[in-house]
């Protein structure tokens, strides 16, 4: 069985484009990252404002206003935790990629320190 030539290297500018890619989807993880936890900080200053004014009303008779407002706490969390989430799990596969564009190029060695 004939063996197989081995791949010619990547040139190395493409590497260098590949990690400036890569860079910069990065930042963009690390911004929608951000961006969940500024939406998880939102329910959570909404309510200790309500607990903090609590003793100027009753909670039985403002029940139809608290009961959608927690509704939409709710959904608030939801929608920063699943974003973080997402962001992490992209981000450590964006980091997998990065470190392996790396380890290719004797050039781009010290990127990551």
């Not at 309510?47 to 903090?52: A, D, E, M, R």
């Not at 009753?58 to 608290?66: K, Q």
């Not at 964006?94 to 190029?105: A, C, F, G, M, Q």
Request: proline content about 8%.
């Amino acid at each position: 069985m004939p063996e197989t030539p081995p791949a010619p290297p990547e040139p190395e500018g493409i590497l260098i484009n590949e990690a400036q890619f890569l860079l910069a989807q990065k930042r963009t993880q690390l911004a929608a990252v951000r961006t969940g936890l500024a939406v998880l900080a939102v329910p959570m200053g909404i309510i200790s404002l309500l607990i903090v004014t609590s003793r100027l009303y009753h909670f039985w008779d403002n029940l139809g206003y608290l009961v959608p407002l927690f509704v939409v706490c709710l959904g608030l969390i939801g929608l920063g935790v699943s974003l973080i989430i997402r962001s992490l799990t992209h981000l450590r596969r964006t980091e997998h990629s990065l470190r392996k564009v790396t380890s290719t190029s004797p050039h781009l060695w010290n990127l990551e320190d």
